[in-house]
T-cell receptor
């Protein structure tokens, strides 16, 4: 079974721009979650989608948004980028609540 | 929300040594996972262990859900065990999948 894939792997953007990251879950998984990892804040939950519906959301500003498509692929968007948005963005896929979660390789975003 | 604390924050081992990493959590959980983060940032699944004991090679883990802690054992450590180990939990009352991570234990195994 193919694992979780994320694109792109690396991204450099300028302050004020917007960015879209993509995540394809393991085949058959309907839940996709997004996490941000920074040296100062560690790993923090952004949001989770299940069958195209957002079920849970973390404590991030509205500039961070996401969506999920009918094939379970998910995208997250960050608008009006700030320097502090520089981070490793990880997505995870799972069957449902309480099931094991599997992570993709991440997208490393640098904002200059 | 749920609190997750890992100890120790840093661990330096001589190759061949054994070690124990601890994860304490503050509420009832329906999912607990241990991960190893490789140098490229990917989280590698080690154990899915909301309760009980599991073993995989030189690694084993035990979760005592009633006492809200989990332990990860590394035996006969090798240099390839170096990296950051994370414990993550999902609260029973959570609406949807949401892992809360501990701060990690950074392990360095010296040859």
């Amino acid at each position: 079974k193919a694992g979780v894939t994320q694109t792109p792997r690396y991204l450099i953007k300028t302050r004020g721009q917007q960015v879209t990251l993509s995540c394809s879950p393991i085949s058959g998984h309907r839940s996709v979650s997004w996490y941000q990892q920074t040296p100062g804040q560690g790993l923090q939950f952004l949001f989770e989608y299940f069958s195209e519906t957002q079920r849970n959301k973390g404590n991030f500003p509205g500039r961070f948004s996401g969506r999920q498509f009918s094939n379970s692929r998910s995208e997250m968007n960050v608008s009006t980028l700030e320097l502090g948005d520089s981070a490793l963005y990880l997505c995870a896929s799972s069957g449902d609540i309480g099931y094991e979660q599997y992570f993709g390789p991440g997208t490393r975003l640098t904002v200059t | 929300g749920i609190q997750v604390e890992q100890s120790p924050p840093d661990l330096i081992l001589q190759e061949g040594a054994n070690s124990t990493l601890r994860c304490n959590f503050s509420d009832s959980v329906n999912n607990l996972q241990w991960f190893h983060q490789n140098p490229w940032g990917q989280l590698i699944n080690l154990f899915y262990i909301p309760s009980g004991t599991k073993q995989n090679g030189r690694l084993s883990a035990t979760t005592v859900a009633t006492e809200r802690y989990s332990l990860l054992y590394i035996s006969s450590s090798q240099t390839t065990d170096s990296g950051v180990y994370f414990c993550a939990v999902e609260m029973i009352k959570a609406a949807g999948n949401k892992l809360t991570f501990g701060g990690g234990t950074r392990v360095l195994v010296k040859p």
